[in-house]
C-alpha cells in the first residue's frame, strides 16, 4: 500500500502532459492524490443552451481517502440538506467504479473507460440502485481531467426521462 501512495503522490506531481493514457488504477491513483479541499465554479447548462446560458454558482469538493487508502470519497455541498458523497474505488486489478449517493436518494454507478486524453478519468454508467433509469434523474456519466497544478475540471451528464438533460462543468483549484 505504502507503494501505491508513494506513486500516486509522484504521479499527482507530474506534469499534467504525460502522453500514457490512465488505466483504471492508474486513474484511482490520480483519485487518492486529490485529497484535500477543493474550490472553484460551476455551470449547468440545459441540453440546447449555450454555456452563457447556464447556471453559475460557488462549487467545493472535499476528496478523502478512506479504509486504509482502498477508497476516495468526496464531499459535495457538505453540512447543507443538499449533501452528497460520491465513492470511487478499485473492483479488482482493472475495475476502477465510482458510486453517487444523491441528495434526490438514488445510487447510480458507474465505471472507468479509458480515454485518449491521457489527463482525464471518464467514467461511464453502469447500474443504478433506487432509481429508474429511463424515468428518474440521475448522474449518468462523469469525467475529470487534471488540467495543470493542483487544478482540475469536472463534467457530469445529468439524465432525465431516460436522456442527457443537462450538463454540469466545474472548474477547481485546491485550496488546502
Given amino acids: 500500500m505504502a507503494i501505491l501512495l508513494a506513486t500516486g503522490a509522484a504521479f499527482a506531481a507530474d506534469n499534467v502532459e504525460s502522453n500514457e493514457p490512465l488505466t483504471a488504477t492508474t486513474g484511482f491513483e490520480r483519485m487518492i492524490a486529490l485529497e484535500g479541499v477543493w474550490e472553484g465554479e460551476s455551470i449547468n447548462v440545459p441540453v440546447g443552451e449555450t454555456m452563457e446560458e447556464g447556471v453559475k454558482s460557488d462549487s467545493k469538493v472535499i476528496y478523502e ?103 454540469r462543468y466545474a472548474k477547481l483549484k485546491r485550496v488546502e
Fill in 65 to 167: 481517502t478512506i479504509a486504509n487508502d482502498t477508497s476516495v470519497i468526496a464531499t459535495y455541498l457538505k453540512d447543507t440538506p443538499m449533501e452528497m458523497v460520491s465513492m470511487y474505488h478499485m473492483d479488482g486489478p482493472d475495475v476502477l467504479v465510482h458510486t453517487h449517493y444523491c441528495a434526490v436518494g438514488n445510487q447510480p454507478s458507474m465505471k472507468f473507460v479509458p480515454s485518449e486524453n491521457p489527463n482525464e478519468i471518464v467514467l461511464k454508467f453502469s447500474s443504478g440502485t433506487n432509481m429508474d433509469v429511463n424515468k428518474d434523474g440521475h448522474v449518468h456519466d462523469s469525467t475529470i481531467r487534471f488540467t495543470g497544478d493542483d487544478t482540475i475540471e469536472t463534467e457530469t451528464i445529468i439524465w432525465r426521462e431516460g436522456k442527457h438533460s443537462h450538463t
